[in-house]
């Protein structure tokens, strides 16, 4: 069993920044990958960004690619996203997940997700 807890939520303006953390408990999680995801009101949960276990490589949505950026810290078992020149169509709730296997891309291939933050943009 794992638990991840995300946090950092918030409401800002569009073009501000947020940092999203994600905590990662009861499993061997330098071992993973680990993404984020996104669900917006009406919309299918989508990929936004992944990263490696040792964090040596990351991917990133096309929609976000330039503007977000994915860390880790496998001390401390946290995964980051941090999120510069923030749109309105950014708005979601996100969430962080554990990949066991397969393309990362899918949420098919991720077996763990926290609760969610909400990330709120107004423009």
């Known amino acids: 069993q794992v638990q991840l807890v995300e946090s950092g939520g918030g409401l800002v303006q569009t073009g501000g920044s947020l940092r999203l953390s994600c905590a990662a408990s009861?499993?061997?999680?330098?071992?993973?990958?680990m993404g984020w995801f996104r669900q917006a009101p009406g919309k299918e949960r989508e990929f936004v960004a992944a990263i490696s276990w040792s964090g040596s490589m990351t991917w990133f949505a096309d929609s976000v690619k330039g503007r977000f950026t994915i860390s880790r810290d496998n001390a401390k078992n946290m995964v980051y996203l941090q999120m510069n020149s923030l749109k309105p169509e950014d708005t979601a709730l996100y969430y962080c997940?554990?990949?066991?296997?397969?393309?990362?891309?899918?949420?098919?291939?991720?077996?763990?997700w926290g609760q969610g933050t909400q990330v709120t943009v107004s423009s």
């Open positions: 009861g499993r061997t999680f330098s071992r993973y990958m």
């Open positions: 997940a554990v990949c066991s296997g397969g393309n990362y891309y899918y949420a098919s291939s991720y077996d763990y």
